[in-house]
């Protein structure tokens, strides 16, 4: 039982933690809460199947046609849901317009694709066995780099740097002379890639299905708010957290119940620390 | 003679009371085609069943009008596609009704657009044949118009239950369901069927269909001892998750349940073919074969008469045979009274007796709308599919 819990929850914890890398990622340049995320993390599972099964594409190239494609998802969103509405940002129009583009994403790929779950390859030829099952390493192993090269990009490169500082105040960002509008664009093609990356290293176990979408929007929102907005450390931690606790909970309460037990300890955890576990209260001066 | 207001209206009068008593129909009536309604999905996310469904129905029309039709009567089918959306069933429905003046009408094809058209038709008693499975689209008080071509989910139930009872001997089963609505109340009530028959249900559960991990779920089952596990799901990935799980754990405890535990979308989600034996769905006698590969007599005759004019490989042979049977209910009722009426429609088949379709012997009565014969609702083995049939399942003869 631990065993499986373990393996299991940090598996699908990883994915929830990449989804909520994906939020924050779309946050941090545009204050905008994007409900694409899922989608996204959706996509990556549907597209490498599509890639690599269904078009025969060896995988590595399947993978960077499948994050390609993610990308350019994340920065039509950018133009369509929420340039439009960012001078309105406080009556937070950004919900339904990111909620109708993901509607639009669900139903293009039932109608393209399957209502159906279909299949997702194995990549690396069923090397291992059990824990060391390619379908659950593989989306910690994905969820740790993607982490390390975000560490990196922010605090090594001069275009992370550049991201912190829209992050930080976009305002005096402008004002420096940094160019917001396409750096907006680039973290939601960042964005679009990472979610990407969470379907695809979750693929073996989520399936290549269209549902899939609301599912990790959920989930994937969960580490968010568990760790602090804008936070990826938080979200690692949240996301794999929740996957953790949700395993356990199916092993002890089981089926409609282990959802129940996840949204209580969600909202217990809201009730006692708002800005969420990682998270600091930020001053502002009025 | 004198015409005055009191003559007028006398004569008035005398017409419209002959007009009351009958004059003979036009002779337009009897030669005018027949036509038949037929709400299908064929588009949007459940539309196979429809698909496979109207290729009985095409087939039907066909050799009906090949042969003359019926009593001269050409069938014209007319067609409207649901997308198997509830509203666009009942705005179709009203217009076959209202415009096209449909003599009966063949479908929906799910329970969720039935649902909605189901009082519809009751108010226009407009002869209706569906193949819904939801047990309340059925009441001859409420929908004396309204009768069912397949099996209703009590007779699934029984079905399942009789099998993991006599055939696998179980007596202490897991009823796990998904978290639809279907899946919760499915569930439900076959947990009750089991301990009314005085069976152990030592686990019952609904999971969440994209739950990707089966594993607690089975554990649980088996540590309650259970000997077999019947699902209730429409979801074709968690069927595959379930086989998986079980295959890891190295349990061989059979499944049993849905149909779409043998839907072929599943071969591609399992990790290994053998992790598809022991899995035993919900057929229908007619169209299982038994261990020499040989359908019966009359099931034969109908796929060797469909041989070259109709595609069985991509859908299931009870669907095409349903909607067969459907459309020639409809004409032999026109056939048997010479009438088209709505009430002759109906009068005719709640006198129906074991009539001999392809897909099954009906039998209707005023108090009984359930036609299918409750025997010929059978297991059978799920990764048998060949060419829309299956495999019995062992323990059949």
Redo the contacts between chains.
């Keep these: 039982?631990l065993y499986?819990i373990l393996t299991?929850g940090l598996?699908?914890g990883a994915v929830y933690a990449l989804i909520g890398v994906t939020y924050n990622t779309m946050f941090s340049t545009s204050r905008v809460m994007s409900f694409t995320a899922g989608q996204l993390g959706m996509l990556g599972g549907v597209l490498g199947s599509l890639f690599t099964l269904r078009l025969g594409i060896p995988w590595p190239l399947g993978l960077l046609l499948t994050l390609a494609c993610c990308a350019l998802i994340g920065i039509v969103t950018e133009f369509v849901a929420v340039r439009p509405v960012l001078k309105s940002l406080d009556q937070h129009l950004y919900v339904l317009s990111t909620l109708a583009v993901a509607l639009m994403i669900q139903q293009f790929t039932?109608i393209m694709w399957s209502?159906?779950?279909?299949?997702f390859p194995r990549l690396l030829g069923g090397i291992g066995q059990d824990l060391l099952d390619e379908k659950f390493w593989l989306p910690v192993v994905t969820c740790a780099a993607v982490i390390v090269g975000l560490e990196l990009l922010y605090r090594r490169t001069i275009l992370g740097h550049a991201f912190l500082a829209v992050a930080e105040d976009n305002f005096a960002a402008r004002a420096l002379g940094l160019p917001e509008r396409q750096l907006r664009v680039m973290a939601y093609a960042l964005a679009g890639a990472i979610g990407a990356l969470a379907g695809y290293s979750?693929g073996q176990?989520?399936?290549a299905?269209f549902?899939?979408g609301p599912?990790l929007n959920f989930y994937g929102f969960i580490p968010v708010a568990l760790g602090g907005l804008g936070n990826n450390r938080g979200a690692v931690v949240g996301g794999l957290a929740l996957g953790l606790f949700q395993?356990t909970a199916?092993?002890v309460v089981?089926?409609?119940f282990a959802?129940v037990a996840v949204f209580t300890i969600f909202i217990v955890v809201l009730l006692i620390a708002p800005q969420g576990l990682l998270g600091s209260a930020t001053a502002r001066r009025v | 003679m004198e015409t005055n207001r009191r003559s007028v209206v006398l004569g008035g009068a005398g017409v419209l009371g002959a007009a009351a008593l009958g004059f003979p129909k036009p002779a337009i009536a009897q030669s005018e085609p027949l036509r038949v309604g037929w709400l299908a999905a064929m588009t949007g996310?459940?539309s196979a069943p429809a698909v496979g469904f109207n290729r009985g129905v095409v087939v039907a029309a066909e050799l009906l009008n090949a042969a003359g039709g019926v009593k001269g009567r050409k069938v014209e089918i007319i067609t409207r596609d649901t997308q198997g959306d509830p509203t666009k069933a009942v705005n179709a429905t009203q217009e076959m009704i209202s415009q096209a003046k449909v003599h009966a009408i063949w479908g929906p094809t799910n329970s969720g657009e039935s649902l909605a058209v189901t009082p519809i038709m009751a108010r226009q008693k407009i002869p209706n044949i569906h193949p819904c499975v939801v047990n309340s689209l059925i009441d001859t008080k409420k929908y004396p118009n309204a009768f069912r071509i397949s099996p209703s989910n009590v007779q699934w139930d029984d079905a399942v239950r009789s099998y993991c009872l006599k055939q696998v001997g179980a007596k202490k089963v897991a009823v796990i369901g998904d978290?639809t609505g279907y899946g919760v109340s499915a569930a439900k009530d076959s947990s009750a069927g089991f301990k009314k028959d005085g069976a152990q249900v030592v686990y019952e559960?609904?999971?969440?269909a994209?739950?990707?991990?089966m594993?607690?779920?089975l554990?649980?089952a088996r540590q309650a001892g259970a000997e077999a596990i019947v699902v209730w799901s429409v979801?074709?990935?968690m069927d595959?998750r379930l086989f998986n799980t079980r295959a890891r754990m190295g349990w061989d405890v059979p499944f049993v349940g849905h149909p779409s535990m043998a839907?072929g979308?599943i071969a591609?989600?399992l990790e290994k073919p053998a992790n598809w034996e022991k899995v035993y769905a919900i057929g229908y006698r007619s169209c299982s074969y038994d261990d020499a590969g040989r359908l019966p007599p009359r099931s034969d005759a109908f796929v060797k008469q469909l041989k070259g004019k109709v595609e069985l490989n991509d859908t299931l042979l009870w669907w095409v045979a349903a909607g067969f049977d459907a459309i020639n209910l409809i004409a032999k009722a026109v056939a048997e009274t010479g009438s088209s009426s709505r009430e002759d429609i109906i009068k005719y088949w709640n006198t129906v007796s074991k009539y001999p379709g392809v897909y099954g012997e009906y039998t209707y009565t005023p108090e009984n709308h359930d036609g299918y014969p409750p025997g010929d609702v059978v297991m059978s083995a799920a990764n048998s599919g060949k060419d829309g049939t299956f495999k019995l399942a062992p323990g059949y003869s």
């Excluded at chain 2, 559960?205 to 969440?208: E, L, R, W």
């Excluded at chain 2, 994209?210 to 991990?213: A, E, I, R």
């Design positions: 039982m499986s299991s598996a699908v039932a209502t159906e779950p279909q299949p979750g176990l989520l399936l299905f549902a899939n599912h395993q199916n092993f089981g089926g409609i959802s | 996310p459940s978290t559960a609904n999971i969440d994209t739950q990707p991990d594993t607690p779920d554990l649980r979801s074709t990935g595959a839907s979308e591609g989600l």
